[in-house]
T-cell receptor, first 111, second 114 residues
């Protein structure tokens, strides 16, 4: 069974530029999460989807971040414009029951 | 609020040494507790979990017991191997709902030498 797929794995952009991350969850998993992991820290939730509905986006900085999960499968997380402080690893996870399965993450560097 | 505190690393051990990584939590209600591991270049993987007080989670020789009286979930292994070198994260879910997000500690880096 394929795991959670994320792309790109690495991204370097200049500040004020837009960037997008893509996630393909495990087939059949209704719940999808985006976490952000700053250097030396644990992951922190940005947004959680149940199918195509965002049920917890309280930690998403909505002035510059947006996310979508069309058709309740793949998801895209966007930052526009990026700031230096957005440099981090962005993790996608999915679950169908109790266990969350994580993708390898996208490492974003904003210069 | 809910939070997790782990001992700071790095933890450096020789092969076959005993490992303890301390984890304490703050939570309202009855959280579930987890240990995740991140091997170099790989994604987070669930190592073990415990869903109620006094439960012991175990996997690959690692163990952790959910202690409500001390609000702790310390990770232990009797004899570590070089292949155990990784970053270990303690985490909680504030309830037993399947979709609830995880709250992580900062992670503890373990380095095992032969």
């Amino acid at each position: 069974e394929a795991g959670v797929v994320q792309s790109p794995r690495y991204k370097i952009i200049e500040k004020k530029q837009p960037v997008a991350f893509w996630c393909n969850p495990i087939s059949g998993h209704n719940t999808l999460y985006w976490y952000r992991q700053n250097l030396g820290q644990g992951p922190e939730l940005l947004i959680r989807y149940e199918n195509e509905e965002a049920v917890d986006d309280s930690q998403l900085p909505k002035d510059r971040f947006s996310a979508e999960r069309l058709k309740g499968v793949d998801s895209t997380l966007k930052i526009q414009p990026a700031e230096l402080g957005d440099s981090a690893v962005y993790l996608c996870a999915s679950s169908s029951d109790y266990e969350q399965y994580f993708g390898p993450g996208t490492r974003l560097t904003v210069t | 609020g809910n939070s997790v505190t782990q001992m700071e690393g790095p933890v450096t051990l020789s092969e076959e040494a005993f490992l303890t990584i301390n984890c304490t939590y703050t939570a309202t209600g009855y959280p579930s507790l987890f240990w995740y591991v991140q091997y170099p270049g790989e994604g987070l993987q669930l190592l073990l979990k415990a869903t109620k007080a006094d439960d012991k989670g175990s996997n690959k020789g690692f163990e952790a017991t959910y202690r409500k009286e001390t609000t702790s979930f310390h990770l232990e292994k009797g004899s570590v191997q070089v292949s155990d070198s990784a970053v270990y994260f303690c985490a909680l879910k504030r309830d037993n709902q399947a979709g609830t997000a995880l709250i992580f500690g900062k992670g503890t880096t373990l380095s095992v030498s032969s």
